[in-house]
């Protein structure tokens, strides 16, 4: 197991920016989750630490040592990726048992770890079977299995649940999550899937445009996010951004008046007439039953079971606002709704740098 240290790591492919100066500091036994939008950066900081790509200029620490110049096969890492990259004329075995082999670990150590491995991914009665022969859960718990017995000291996944179908994923993360537990190895996992980042992590690094956004536990980045990205990206559905003109005792939202909450009044300073992103999670609004909130019509009603997502509109307006009510509700598109907030569960970002102002730290 080793800590992991990014220094002002930067990589540049041709005039294209790929990763910023990124730092990071990742303790020992840690699972971190780099998650953020396709081309944020997060696949090329993983093959950066792997050693498939070079950084353009910064220093790369694996447990005390510098391996900035360290080629991949010697850092010690194992590696899984999206696609499993199995050897197709091997047996579930051999595959797993390929590194150690390579490694030139005696046959008895290798047998024992195979068997220990494939028990613990539920793999030991597949053991004499070839790749094509399994599930796509099945190989990729292969692929795991063979990065797992190679006992690195650390563990590099990039998006590696993304082939399976909506069920597997689910288990197969929570096996991955018991997984990292009983191991404790030192785990770096890439993901563009937010419920990924926020089941898995003990820290996320929420990236963008090769600069990171926030670090931090899921629940934490969840209540306080840095910026109207992070807002947007982390919850699903995600956290609704309204414009919001200051009018003094209230904002007007499309033309519609709301209250503006007494915290907002007393801690911020705001300028008369001028547009503030209003960030509020969909999970904290109410269908009202009198009137004082903002009217809308329903487009779309979701019922799931559990939940209803409703998107509704403001009238004169072309985007939706997501609300999440407990339990089923049946609504039907064209209905209009009153709208109730919870004024203590508001978010406000700057419109010109998507900065959070509200709530303070
Ligand atoms: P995705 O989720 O789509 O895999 P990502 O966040 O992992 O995206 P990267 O693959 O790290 O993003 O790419 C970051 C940026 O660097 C992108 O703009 C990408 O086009 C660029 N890039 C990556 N590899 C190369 C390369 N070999 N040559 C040129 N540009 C590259």
């Known amino acids: 197991m080793a800590k992991v240290l990014l220094e002002n790591i930067k990589r540049k492919f041709n005039n294209v920016t790929a990763i910023e100066d990124i730092s990071l500091e990742i303790p020992d036994g840690e699972f971190w989750v780099l998650v953020g939008p ?99 859960g099945q190989q990729q718990r292969v692929a795991l299995g063979r990065a797992i017995a190679r006992q690195a000291q650390l563990f590099l996944l990039d998006e590696p649940l993304s082939n399976l179908d909506a069920q597997l994923r689910d288990d197969t993360r929570a096996e ?91 801690n911020l300073k705001l300028n008369l007439g001028e547009i503030y992103h209003l960030g509020i999670r969909p999970e904290h609004i109410n269908i009202a039953e009198n009137l004082g909130g903002l009217t809308v019509e329903v487009k779309v009603v979701e019922p799931l079971g559990r939940e209803t997502l409703i998107r509704v509109s403001l009238p004169g307006s072309s985007s939706f606002i997501n609300v999440q009510i407990g339990g089923n509700v049946r609504l039907h598109p064209g209905e209009k709704l009153n709208l109730q907030l919870d004024l203590n569960q508001l978010f406000l970002f700057n419109s010109h740098t998507g900065e959070r102002m509200f709530p303070l730290l």
């Open 38 to 136: 396709s081309g944020c950066g997060k696949s090329t900081i993983l093959r950066t630490i792997a050693g498939l790509e070079t950084a353009t200029s910064g220093n790369l620490y694996i447990g005390d040592r510098l391996v900035n110049d360290i080629p991949a096969r010697a850092r010690d890492v194992a590696m899984v990726f999206q696609n499993y990259a199995l050897y197709p004329h091997m047996t579930v075995r051999e595959n797993i048992a390929f590194g150690l082999q390579m490694r030139k670990v005696d046959p008895k150590t290798i047998q024992q770890r195979v068997l220990t491995v494939a028990t613990s991914l539920a793999l030991d009665h597949l053991l004499d079977r070839k790749p094509k022969q399994l599930s796509g």
């Open 176 to 266: 991955l999550k018991q997984l990292h537990q009983q191991l404790g190895i030192t785990t770096i996992y890439v993901t563009h899937d937010q419920v990924e980042a926020m089941t898995l992590a003990d820290k996320i690094v929420v990236l963008n445009q090769g600069k990171i956004q926030q670090i931090g536990d899921p629940q934490s980045i969840y209540a306080l996010p840095a910026n109207e990205m992070v807002a947007s990206f982390l919850g699903n559905p995600p956290m609704n951004i309204l414009h919001a003109i200051y009018k003094g005792d209230t904002f007007d939202i499309s033309g519609q008046l709301l209250q503006i909450p007494p915290n907002f009044q007393q």
